[in-house]
């Protein structure tokens, strides 16, 4: 997976989850993986937790515009995460792949040669 690329993709479609940048600052002392589980908090969604159990870590490293943390999950499949926000697994890629694809193919009404690059 080349995290900045999907980073990049995710803000050009519609399923773009606004960046977190400031989410460290926000939460000072609450680390995201803890004790074998990843925790995605966010101001975004007031009230709201999604919890997973991590398996393994794929990669986490902090380029120059982002947090990128890769993990497999144990029953999420691989889990793709930036600045603390997930932003898709192998459970529920399919759908992001039906709208990726679909929608434009619909909107355009007569499309006769396609490429799919990624997937």
């Known amino acids: 997976i080349n995290a900045e690329y999907m980073g990049t993709l995710s803000e050009c479609l ?3 989850a606004p960046s977190m940048s400031a989410y460290a600052d926000q939460q000072p002392g609450k680390p995201l993986l ?3 589980w990843f925790h995605e ?12 159990q991590v398996a393994e870590v ?6 120059q515009l982002q947090d990128v943390l890769v993990f497999r999950s144990t029953d999420y499949g691989t ?6 926000v997930i932003q898709l697994t192998e459970r529920d890629e399919c759908s992001y792949q039906e709208m990726i694809a679909h929608l434009p193919l619909f909107a355009h009404g007569a499309v006769r040669r396609v490429l799919i690059v990624g997937g």
Do not use: K, N, Y
């Open 14 to 16: 519609f399923f773009f």
């Open 79 to 84: 889990v793709l995460v930036l600045d603390g």
């Open 34 to 36: 803890v004790d074998g």
């Open 58 to 63: 794929l990669f986490h490293e902090r380029s």
């Open 41 to 52: 908090r966010s101001p975004m969604w007031p009230g709201q937790a999604m919890t997973l």
